[in-house]
């Protein structure tokens, strides 16, 4: 039940104190996992300490047993040993200390923690985790590696030596760290996302060598594994190890089989990538010279063929050509003229023997009214009309007199 105080009313520390140890006392006792980081077998002592601490997790618990219950297991556990202790929490009221009375320790064996990676291996694939299509492609040259390794390690040896062997530009953003016990998943994790924060951080290489199962539990430890799938920065996975691969192999954009392996991987060589641009130019300078080749052949092929060598032989067949069409055109055109001219005097000549000119030459005249009408019969005047006479060379004024009739 919750315990109601206010400023007027408060209760002593030593009634909070004593309220907290019953509270603890009803919780009973309970199975407890952990890794354990302090050992103190003190000479003569009846009582063991140690303190078990959250592989994945800054939090840690002391624990006390008696020197018999530690004695059952002492040969089989040391400091960074994971175990199960069966114990009960105690409060330590005039203190005000939480810790865990052992009366049971059990080791955690290998088999039981591959069991437990396994299942966690499956749980982690069925989320997706390690699926191909979340691998990020590592940069061709990255200008700044971050490397997660152990302090003065023969990993961080390998990786920095190798990397600057083959190209001696690279630069290393280097987080030196522990790599085994139960400081390493929380170290490790801190350093991926502090690399993975910086923006100049080209791909993160986490790395060690070689150890045991036990030794390699940091690098398949769950938070690690989300952390690092999490990361918008590539991650190679470069943990010398046995057959049996840490999950950090396959959340990893890119595994690595050693710290020296890692380098040749994430490094270009610039001898190598020297020798490649000879051969690559070489074999651009062979094929711009067959080119080259190949169209000087055919521009002599062309230059060859006699409208080349000759070019004016064409327009001068193509002339004479033009000047026999002209020729033919002008005859044929001279002909038609003729012709013309000849229908064009036979016409004439009948057109002037028709006209009425013509026939007032030969002595005729025509008559015409003052309105210029022409009279076509006697009946059409009568005596005393005045007409015009027109002859071949001019005309003259006439005067009807007498009688006008039809001539006989």
């Known amino acids: 039940m919750a ?3 206010s400023a007027e009313a408060p209760i002593p520390v030593g009634e909070v104190s004593r309220l907290i140890g019953g509270w603890i006392d ?9 890794q354990i980081t302090q050992l103190s077998r003190r000479p003569g002592a009846g009582v063991v300490f140690l303190t078990l601490r959250d592989p994945s997790r800054d939090v840690s618990i002391s624990v006390t047993c008696f020197r018999a219950v530690f004695e059952a297991v002492a040969d089989v556990v040391s400091e960074g040993a994971r175990v199960v202790v069966h114990a009960k929490p105690e409060w330590y009221a005039p203190r ?19 069991a437990r990676l396994e299942r966690l291996k499956k749980s982690l694939a069925a989320e997706g ?7 990020k492609p590592l940069p061709f040259l990255p200008q700044l590696i971050g490397l997660v390794c152990g302090r003065a390690s023969a990993a961080e040896h390998d990786v920095l030596e190798n990397a600057r062997l083959r190209w001696p530009a690279v630069r290393f953003e ?15 994790v801190e350093a991926v ?12 290489v986490v790395a060690r060598g070689g150890g045991s199962v036990e030794d390699l539990l940091p690098f398949s430890d769950e938070e690690l594994i989300r952390t690092v799938a999490g990361c918008r920065t590539p991650v190679v996975s470069a943990i010398g190890h046995e057959p049996d691969s840490p999950l950090l192999d396959l959340v990893a954009d890119l595994r690595a089989s050693t710290p020296t392996d890692a380098a040749k991987k994430i490094v270009p060589d610039v001898g190598e990538e020297q020798q490649r641009i000879r051969l690559l130019t070489g074999r651009a300078l062979r094929t711009v010279t067959h080119l080259l080749d190949r169209e000087e052949r055919g521009l002599r092929a062309a230059l060859s063929r006699p409208c080349m060598e000759r070019p004016h032989l ?18 044929t055109l001279g002909h038609l003229l003729d012709r013309a001219d000849a229908d064009l005097a036979h016409t004439l000549a009948r057109v002037v023997a028709l006209s009425p000119a013509a026939t007032l030459r030969r002595g005729y005249a025509v008559l015409q009214r003052e309105d210029g009408s022409v009279v076509r019969a006697p009946g059409e005047v009568t005596d005393g009309d005045a007409l015009r006479a027109r002859v071949a060379e ?5 005067r009807v007199t007498g009688d006008v009739g039809p001539s006989a």
Not at 26 to 34: I, P, Q, S
Not at 129 to 135: I, M, N, S, T
Not at 317 to 327: C, D, I, K, S, W
């Open 96 to 114: 005000g200390q939480l810790s865990l009375r052992a009366v049971e320790i059990r080791p955690v064996g290998v088999g039981e923690l591959l």
């Open 314 to 331: 064409m327009v001068e067949e193509r002339e004479e050509r033009v000047a026999a069409l002209t020729e033919r055109a002008r005859r």
């Open 193 to 204: 996302r502090e690399l993975d924060a910086l923006p100049e951080v080209d791909v993160i």
């Open 26 to 34: 009803r919780l009973g006792a309970v199975w407890v996992e952990g």
């Open 394 to 398: 001019g005309e003259f004024a006439v």
């Open 174 to 188: 280097v987080r030196n760290v522990p790599v085994q016990g139960a400081y390493a998943v929380p170290k490790v």
């Open 3 to 5: 315990v109601t105080t």
């Open 129 to 135: 985790l390690f699926a191909l299509e979340r691998k």
